[in-house]
């Protein structure tokens, strides 16, 4: 049986020298078509996306909250005038840049770059009630192939969401192709729970708790078992740093939180 934390189904094309291009990934536990892929997730999205805030929050016990902080503590957007400009991946709802142009100054802004429509007609309100919606645009887009030019931002976020690409080694191409010289990429994922007992409680947690709370709260339980299982898939973060380094990032590093539930990874545009 393939080892689900270190399964490179997240590499489905072939590298230069690797064979024939795969034609098949993994949606959850399922082995599924790669051009089939994108539209489950879309589907999975489109069901949960006026929820989505909601349930990540009895989900994780608000803990979700921390990780995004920790993760806009890392981005570090300046204070004052100067331009700073962040792409945040696959953040619908805003929420990661709410915060980031909260923590910035006046010069700093946010592109929010979705492929789900719905997720960012959520992010779109969410933004005219905060006041936010001259500092924070959405833009429907693809991870594999995003329509900025080259250099265009000073940071790129992807939050929770990079497990749902079909194709990461392109979109990690992508982000590092729109970083400015001297830019960094920021991805929080959930990862491997390295600590004992921790690990079983958690795996009960996911599986036996989380679909329920999403049948009773979201009114449907079949996204979040794929969430659920989509994180099992999730290569572990060694893995992952190679993934990055081998997309041309250079000084990749991540650390571990909550006895490694998640993990933030960065890496540099040099």
Same mark, same amino acid.
């Given at each position: 049986?393939?080892?689900?934390? /270190?399964?490179?189904?997240?590499?489905p $094309?072939?590298?230069?020298?690797a064979?024939?291009?795969? /034609?098949?990934?993994?949606?959850?536990?399922?082995?599924?078509?790669?051009?089939?892929?994108?539209?489950?997730?879309?589907?999975?999205?489109?069901?949960?996306?006026?929820?989505?805030?909601?349930?990540?929050?009895f989900?994780? &016990?608000?803990?979700?909250?921390?990780?995004?902080?920790?993760?806009?503590?890392?981005?570090?957007?300046?204070?004052?005038?100067?331009?700073?400009?962040?792409?945040?991946?696959a %953040?619908?709802? &805003?929420?990661v840049?709410?915060r980031?142009?909260?923590? %910035?100054?006046? %010069?700093?802004?946010?592109? =929010?770059?979705?492929? $789900?429509?719905?997720?960012?007609?959520? &992010?779109?309100?969410?933004?005219?009630?905060?006041?936010?919606?001259?500092?924070?645009?959405?833009? @429907?887009?693809?991870?594999?192939?995003?329509?900025? !030019?080259?250099q265009?931002?000073?940071?790129?976020t992807?939050a929770?969401?990079?497990?749902?690409? !079909?194709?990461?080694?392109?979109a990690l /191409?992508?982000?590092?192709?729109?970083?400015? !010289? &001297?830019?960094?990429?920021? *991805?929080?994922?959930?990862?491997?729970?390295?600590?004992?007992?921790?690990?079983?409680?958690? @795996?009960a947690?996911?599986?036996n708790?989380? !679909?329920?709370?999403?049948?009773? =709260?979201?009114?449907?339980? @079949?996204?979040?078992?794929?969430? *659920?299982e989509?994180?099992?898939r999730?290569? $572990?973060?060694?893995?992952?740093?190679?993934?990055?380094?081998?997309?041309?990032f250079s000084? *990749?590093?991540?650390?571990?939180?909550? %006895?490694g =539930?998640?993990a933030?990874?960065?890496?540099?545009?040099?």
């Amino acid at each position: 049986m393939t080892d689900l934390n /270190t399964d490179l189904n997240t590499d489905p $094309n072939s590298q230069p020298g690797a064979g024939a291009p795969r /034609t098949e990934t993994h949606f959850g536990y399922r082995t599924v078509p790669l051009t089939e892929k994108q539209s489950l997730v879309d589907d999975v999205f489109h069901k949960v996306a006026r929820r989505y805030d909601i349930m990540n929050d009895f989900m994780s &016990g608000g803990l979700h909250r921390v990780w995004k902080d920790a993760l806009v503590s890392k981005v570090r957007p300046p204070q004052g005038a100067r331009p700073f400009e962040l792409l945040d991946l696959a %953040g619908g709802t &805003g929420d990661v840049s709410f915060r980031v142009v909260k923590a %910035g100054g006046a %010069g700093t802004r946010a592109t =929010v770059a979705d492929i $789900n429509a719905e997720m960012l007609a959520v &992010g779109r309100e969410r933004a005219e009630k905060r006041g936010l919606g001259d500092k924070v645009t959405f833009t @429907e887009a693809n991870a594999e192939a995003l329509p900025f !030019p080259d250099q265009s931002f000073d940071a790129v976020t992807i939050a929770f969401g990079i497990r749902n690409v !079909p194709r990461i080694p392109l979109a990690l /191409t992508e982000m590092r192709r729109v970083l400015k !010289p &001297g830019g960094r990429a920021f *991805v929080l994922e959930f990862s491997k729970v390295d600590v004992p007992l921790l690990d079983k409680i958690y @795996e009960a947690y996911s599986f036996n708790v989380i !679909p329920q709370l999403g049948k009773r =709260v979201a009114g449907d339980a @079949e996204p979040y078992q794929y969430l *659920v299982e989509s994180i099992r898939r999730f290569p $572990n973060p060694d893995v992952f740093a190679n993934m990055m380094r081998e997309a041309g990032f250079s000084r *990749v590093d991540f650390t571990r939180m909550t %006895g490694g =539930v998640v993990a933030l990874h960065w890496g540099w545009r040099i």
